[in-house]
């Protein structure tokens, strides 16, 4: 929507100028865009920074859990994003579908606005997942969502370097994420579990086991905020 030819290829000569040095926020960004610079010249990646996130107290953290999902026990995934259909929301609530079977104490969150949210609330109608699959729409305290989550999820089509994926790490959260843009780049093995896009089964499953390991999810939770600390923190 934002696409306008004329603006477009003025754009371009300006990268193209050898007066004008290119900074792209992460790899599949540079990568997308090479061929507008041109061959002869490098785009440098400075990748997106974040601050770890305070945790909220006990007391507060509970309190905001009952509010949201109006349970006072069971684990909360969270997803942050616009909805919009490169974001994979339908393919999550597939896989969320599948993950509440196994585990009908789970709930998800997701945050954000757009002009696919008619239609994923039809999709969790549908699906019979009221109750446990909510829309927030847009939020003015991100960090205080992911503090009182459990897991992040995304089932992202296309990405760059995500700065809710960040954000989850900042918050200490296990996460399960499709393997697109930098993804595999941001993640090991020990700070989050990397699947194929456009595949719900794999990202039920994904999740499901982590489920199973409550030690798991921990470790890979503080293991996720220590590697954002090391290589994507704001004090590097």
């Known amino acids: 929507r934002l696409y306008h030819p004329i603006r477009y290829y003025m754009e371009t000569l300006a990268l193209q100028s050898r ?34 996130l305070p945790d909220l107290p006990p007391l507060e953290r509970q309190k905001l859990r009952s ?11 969270i997803t942050v994003g616009r909805l919009i259909p490169d974001k994979g ?10 993950i509440s079977r196994t585990n009908p104490e789970v709930s998800l969150l997701i945050v954000g606005n757009g002009d696919l949210k008619d239609t994923l609330q039809e999709q969790i109608r549908s699906l019979g997942i009221e109750g446990r ?25 296309r990405e760059g370097m995500s700065m809710s994926l960040l954000e989850a790490m900042a918050a200490g ?23 194929e896009p456009h595949n719900p089964d794999h990202l039920a499953d994904a999740v499901n086991a982590l489920l199973s390991d409550p030690a798991r999810m921990k470790s890979m939770g503080r293991a996720a905020r220590e590697h954002l600390m090391a290589h994507y923190g704001l004090e590097m």
Do not use: W
Request: one cysteine or more; hydrophobic letters at 45%; charged letters at 20%.
């Open 19 to 52: 007066r004008c040095n290119v900074v792209a926020c992460g790899y599949s960004v540079a990568n997308a865009q090479q061929s507008r610079v041109g061959r002869r010249k490098k785009i440098e990646v400075i990748p997106n920074a974040m601050s770890v």
């Open 173 to 195: 959260l296990p996460t399960v994420t499709t393997d697109v843009g930098d993804a595999s780049m941001m993640f090991t093995d020990a700070t989050g579990i990397l699947v």
């Open 133 to 157: 699959a909510f829309l927030l729409g847009p939020q003015d305290d991100i960090p205080s969502l992911l503090s009182a989550s459990d897991m992040y999820i995304s089932a992202s089509h």
């Open 67 to 77: 509010s949201l999902t109006k349970r006072d026990e069971g684990v909360i995934l």
């Open 89 to 98: 929301y339908s393919d999550m609530l597939i896989a969320f579908e599948k």
